[in-house]
């Protein structure tokens, strides 16, 4: 189809119809807005809410900049505030791909359009909305929090207008490139990996703020926003800055620097749309991928198990670690908060070496509710499980998988952990205990998974649990939580009373390890002849998604 | 109505050893009774067909057959097996396609298989054998690197048939196998099914397309409300009437259930 970039007969009416499409795509941006709205209450309820929610937050937050334009800070805090929403900007569009109607691409396909004027059209309709409007504020209030005379706020007019405009190219130019894999099934899976980012990400938050806090303010931050005011659009504020301090020059090159990347990302976006809408798409192209993915090849773990159930079972768990978003998305939480806990707070010297077996105990919880994941899938472990020792395998193949990520992970956390800390002389008792707590917590999650299964919703990204067995799921949680830590507590005591008699603890690492195999193969003993008699029960606990 | 159930298949000949045999089964969901006390004599070797209308208790029925649902009352016997009390001699004699179960949807289609079948205890080399040549037959090759979770209604049927027949079951049991299906890999299916019943292996399917049980099936049970209405050969169940059509409506009572003369407003005729 040549209708965007090639030359149709009908030219002279294109150029009629591109001239007034800039208004026409507000228009319809605004239309689209109202009609979403009129649909039903429930949407026009969380549309008030939200605008006003944000409204008031951009009041404040235009007011905050004010007021920090008299201290020192300013500079700091508005130019990392750009970069954090030109980031938020980019990503938006991945994790919450519905809702702009008038920018999806492949519906505007059939019309006569060129791409210079659409993307331009594009563009301004994309000004409407509650987050551009967000968005002009916080670069309307950075820029008065930094401009100091007639120069800088001459470029502070400019500068508003590039972040805004950079952000908006940002994330149009994102998402245009990625528009396959956002219409597509992965695209989905993705979204639904959109929640972990936001559980990592307020640990981070988390430990910046304490870390901002205990180091005596703003002033670290500096060597970093030095670097960011070079980088746009962060590097408009930063130019309004150079500018209020005489720094002609160095405010003309930011500037100009901000203006080239809104270029170069206009040019890719307008690209973008041109191949997006010229090229065939997949409804076109036969499914030519399928030969392109590679026959998945036996992973090292299942060459080196027996033929039989343990090794396709352990591989089917890791590849649904890998392949299912759900699974995913609660795996790398686990790991990344699993590790983020500990490391600050080592970092922070307030922590001990000891954090690390908050890791062990993180990824332990991942065995609790084994078969939720399988969703009504489990039938095909069910009709295979005859006996206790069929049982018994399957759950031992289920630990094995889980064992080949937790060990290392926990050996990882713990070493680092203690270097942190920088007593490698606990490092022994730190791995037994933590070993010792991950067997209580595999023991505890596989019985828990046997008598208290429930499903895991496939869809929805903060949904875990279906509605009904939400306190089911919570009270398997806890109760194996409090059983883990009363399994453990002999070893924690023995550790309290070497400690304090002044005794050599480097024996607790065998020790714990000891105790950790044992206490598991004590859980799968029980887990298995109650799984083994409760197949058709677990079968319907977990297909209720 | 009385359960209207016939002498036990074959008449003057020898009957043959019953594959499944289902004595005073019964399941309540709540207040709702999904099947109530049937009793069923499913004889080897055949294509049988359970009908029925939508909520008759198929799938009811067939989840407790087959073990995936536990009965209140009754007994199941597969080959002479006890399905609950002796579940080694019955899961590696059977094989299953629930409807309305997933699959494990983030493996390939050849991984399915290569795990479903390890799972039954076979040897790798003769599940890739196998594996290889049912995704042939059942013309799932060319995608059987992609993942279950992208085949279509039909594919999912043909990967979910392959993995129930991996390990060469006795008894085959199919809840819906057509349902969603397209012509060709609907005529696929059954290829593969009557090459596999032409071997003396039985195939237990559930539908409620009379025209297919009537052209597939030699031996047919009727269920309606959670009760048997009649069981035995396509001849015995179909009776008199001109097509198991007419004998299945008969039989679960929608005859003479005529909504002509409540519509009278409806068509072009009719006053507006």
């Known amino acids: 189809m040549s209708v965007v970039a090639g030359h149709a007969p009908g030219a002279e009416s294109t150029g009629a119809v591109s001239t007034g499409l800039t208004p026409l795509f507000v228009r319809l941006k605004l239309s689209l807005l109202k009609n979403g709205l009129r649909q039903s209450s429930g949407r026009r309820t969380a549309f008030i809410i939200s605008a006003v929610l944000v409204l008031v937050f951009s009041a404040f937050l235009v007011l905050g900049l004010i007021l920090l334009r008299e201290t020192q800070y300013a500079p700091t805090v508005t130019v990392l505030l750009a970069l954090v929403t030109a980031v938020a900007w980019a990503f938006m569009p991945l994790f919450f791909p519905s809702g702009d109607e008038t920018l999806d691409p492949s519906r505007l396909v059939m019309l006569p359009l060129r791409p210079r004027p659409l993307v331009r059209a594009l563009l301004a309709a994309s000004l409407v909305g509650i987050g551009p409007l967000f968005t002009v504020c916080l670069a309307v209030g950075s820029v008065i929090a930094v401009a100091h005379g007639f120069a800088a706020a001459v470029t502070a007019v400019v500068a508003a207008a590039l972040l805004v405009l950079t952000c908006l190219a940002l994330a149009r130019a994102v998402a245009t490139a990625n528009v396959r894999l956002l219409t597509s099934r992965r695209g989905r899976d993705l979204a639904v990996l959109s929640g972990l980012i936001i559980a990592v990400g307020i640990q981070f938050v988390n430990f910046g703020w304490q870390r901002l806090a205990a180091t005596g303010g703003m002033s670290v931050l500096e060597p970093v926003a030095n670097v960011v005011q070079w980088l746009p659009p962060a590097s408009a504020v930063g130019a309004v800055h150079s500018m209020s301090e005489g720094a002609y020059g160095r405010g003309l090159v930011q500037l100009l620097l901000t203006l080239v990347v809104l270029a170069a990302l206009l040019w890719s976006w307008e690209r973008g749309l041109v191949k997006l809408m010229t090229a065939p798409d997949g409804s076109t192209i036969q499914a030519a991928s399928d030969s392109a993915r590679k026959e998945s090849k036996a992973g090292l773990l299942t060459r080196l198990l027996p033929d039989g159930r343990t090794a396709a079972t352990a591989q089917r768990v890791l590849r649904y670690i890998w392949r299912d978003p759900k699974t995913k998305g609660a795996w790398i939480t686990s790991l990344a908060i699993g590790l983020i806990v500990p490391v600050f707070n080592a970092l922070q010297g307030t922590g001990s070496a000891y954090w690390a077996c908050f890791a062990a105990g993180m990824l332990g919880m991942q065995t609790f509710n084994q078969f939720g994941t399988d969703t009504s899938a489990f039938w095909m472990v069910a009709t295979t499980i005859s006996t206790v020792r069929d049982a018994y395998e399957e759950l031992r193949a289920r630990l094995l998988a889980l064992l080949v990520i937790t060990v290392p992970y926990t050996l990882l956390v713990a070493g680092v952990t203690t270097a942190l800390a920088g007593d490698w002389s606990v490092l022994p008792e730190v791995l037994g205990l933590a070993f010792a707590l991950l067997g209580a917590l595999l023991a505890a999650g596989l019985v828990a998974s046997a008598l208290y299964p429930y499903s895991v919703p496939q869809d929805g990204t903060y949904k875990n649990v279906v509605p009904g067995q939400g306190s089911l799921a919570w009270m398997s949680l806890l109760v194996g939580l409090v059983v883990s830590t009363v399994v453990c507590a002999p070893l924690i005591a023995l550790t309290v009373w070497l400690h304090v008699a002044g005794l050599t603890t480097w024996f607790l690492l065998p020790l714990g390890i000891a105790y950790g195999v044992l206490v598991t193969w004590i859980g799968l003993k029980v887990a298995a002849p109650r799984t083994a008699a409760r197949l058709p029960e677990i079968l319907a606990a977990v297909s209720k998604g | ?272």
């Not at chain 2, 087959?66 to 590696?92: N, Y």
């Not at chain 2, 042939?136 to 992208?150: F, P």
């Not at chain 2, 001849?235 to 005859?255: K, S």
């Open chain 2, 1 to 272: 109505m009385p359960d209207q159930a016939f002498d036990k298949a074959g008449g003057a000949h020898t009957a043959p050893p019953a594959a499944v045999r289902v004595q005073g089964l019964w399941k309540r969901f709540g207040d709702q009774v999904a099947v109530a006390g049937i009793d069923l004599e499913l004889p080897a070797g055949k294509f049988i067909g359970l009908v029925g209308p939508n909520g008759a208790g198929k799938t009811t029925t067939l989840s407790m057959v087959t073990g995936l649902l536990r009965p209140d009352h009754g007994t199941v016997h597969i080959g002479g097996h006890d399905v609950w009390a002796d579940p080694v001699q019955v899961k590696s004699r059977i094989g299953v396609l629930p409807e309305g179960l997933r699959l494990f949807e983030r493996l390939s289609g050849r991984e399915l298989l290569a795990y479903s079948g390890r799972l039954r205890g076979l040897p790798g080399d003769e599940v890739d054998k196998r594996a290889t040549q049912l995704l042939d037959v059942l013309d799932l090759a060319g995608s059987q690197h992609k993942l279950v979770v992208d085949y279509s209604t039909g594919m999912r049927k043909k990967i979910g048939l392959a993995a129930a027949l991996l390990h060469n079951p006795e008894v085959l049991f199919l809840d819906e196998p057509f349902e969603g299906v397209d012509p060709v890999s609907a005529q696929t299916i059954r290829g593969v099914l009557e090459r596999y019943t032409g071997s003396g292996a039985t195939v237990v399917f559930s539908s409620h397309v009379m025209e297919l049980v009537e052209s597939l099936c030699d031996w047919v049970a009727v269920m309606a409300a959670g009760q048997i209405r009649a069981q035995g050969t396509l001849a015995q169940v179909r009776g008199d009437a001109p097509t198991l059509q007419n004998a299945f409506l008969e039989l679960v009572g929608a005859n003479g259930h005529n909504p002509g003369d409540s519509l009278d407003w409806l068509g072009g005729g009719a006053p507006r």
